[in-house]
Each structure stands twice: as C-alpha cells, then as structure tokens.
C-alpha cells in the first residue's frame, strides 16, 4: 500500500514537471496561381480560394532536431496571428508536405512541393464572424495522422496552410518578416512530459532513499 502511495506521488510529480518547446519559423512564405513564378518571402501568409481570380496557400518549415520522440509528446500546436479576414469561409486546413528541399528566398507556385495530408482544422472565422487580429491554436495532434517521428528524424517539417473549401474567402496572418512588433509570428509549441518510467524510478529513489539510510543507523 506504502508503495502504491509512493508510485502515485511521483506520477503526480511528473506530470508537474511537463516542459514546452518553442520552435520559430526558419521559412515561411505564400504562393499564389496568378502570379506563378513570383515570390512571396516577405509579406504575410495568406491562404485563399477563388477570390477573385486568385488561389493562395501558405508554406512553412519548422526545425525540428533535438525535440522529443513522439512518445514524449503531450501536445503539439501551431500558432499563427490572424490579423485579418475576407469572404464567407471560416475553415482553415494544415497540411504537411514531406518534401522540405524548399526555402522562402525561392518559393513559388510553379515549384512548391506537393500538398500531403490534412493534419488539423480550425474554424478561425469569416470575415462577418472573426471579430479582431488574435492568436489562433492548430491542435496537430488531434486528427492522429501526422507522422511526427519521420519530420523529427528529416529535422524539419513543413506545414502548409489552405482554405477548407472553394468560394471567396481570404484569411491572413502575420509571417516572420511582416509582424510588426516582432511579437506576433508563427511558431510550433510542443509540450513534452518525461519519459515516465525513468522518472518515476528517479523520484521514487530519492522517496525511499531517507528512509533506507535512516533504518541503517538504528
Ligand atoms: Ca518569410
Ligand atoms: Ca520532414
């Protein structure tokens, strides 16, 4: 029973011990069809569908060397400042693209990598329901597809940003060169928990050790 208490009281404190990782951008960048071979690097990241006679997406890349496996993971997210929006359409999507060889300096329509699978979703709102510029969350663990080892493995994954469906709609949020203050952009934040049984092992030691060394002395 006294070790039971003991295992719960270091679980408990493991779970306190949860750290987060801030990842910033090392590319990001928007491409658009009308404008085929132009590069977008510096302004913000916009991601459209059929307004006008446009359609945008955005791209960015993350370095992801040093963080933790997947098993470590208690949340990954990516944030993004919205700080506006056009049209009718509230959904934004995140792919990932597997191919990285990309960078912001020569990105463009005609030679972005392929879109791969749709990772997250957000209702971030439309131009009637959005309300005022603010940070928005994608949970990207939630859908459960994205294969978080294989980009941790590469070093970098590459995320890109779409419109959920065809119609006018337009959102925009601030990229690394266009955020004002220098607060405001993207990032990945992932949140890690120690490996559970070493740690529970190490906190259980330092437990019972007192306790070991006090019974000695009798
Ligand atoms: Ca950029
Ligand atoms: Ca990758």
């Given amino acids: ?17 949860a750290s987060a990782a801030i990842v910033a951008a090392t590319d990001d960048a928007y491409i658009r ?5 132009t590069v977008y690097n ?11 006679t446009a359609t945008g997406h955005s791209y960015l890349k ?4 040093g963080l933790p496996s997947f098993s470590q993971l208690q949340s990954a997210t990516l944030n993004m400042y919205v700080w506006d929006v056009a ?18 300096t020569l990105i463009n329509w005609n030679n972005a990598p392929v879109i791969n699978d749709l990772i997250a979703s957000k209702n971030v709102g439309s ?6 510029p603010k940070w928005v969350s994608f949970d990207l663990l939630a859908s459960g597809v994205w294969d978080y080892d294989s980009d941790r493995s590469d070093g970098y994954v590459t995320l890109t940003i779409k419109t959920a ?5 337009a959102h925009h949020f601030y990229s690394k060169e266009e955020n004002v203050a220098g607060d405001f952009a993207p990032y990945l ?24 060394k006090l019974a000695g002395r009798r």
């Fill in 127 to 132: 131009y009637y329901t959005w309300g005022a």
């Fill in 42 to 52: 510096e302004y913000q990241l916009i991601t459209w569908t059929d307004y006008g």
């Fill in 33 to 37: 069809a009308d404008s085929p071979e």
């Fill in 165 to 169: 469906q065809n119609g006018d709609d």
């Fill in 189 to 212: 934040e992932v949140l890690t928990i120690p490996e559970p049984t070493m740690m529970t092992l190490l906190v259980l030691g330092a437990l019972i050790a007192p306790k070991r």
């Fill in 1 to 17: 029973m006294k070790s039971l208490i003991l295992l719960l009281v270091a679980v408990l404190i493991c779970s306190g011990l």
């Fill in 87 to 104: 049209g009718y359409l509230e959904t934004v999507n995140v792919h990932r693209a597997t191919d990285d060889s990309w960078s912001e």
């Fill in 62 to 65: 993350f370095p992801m060397a």
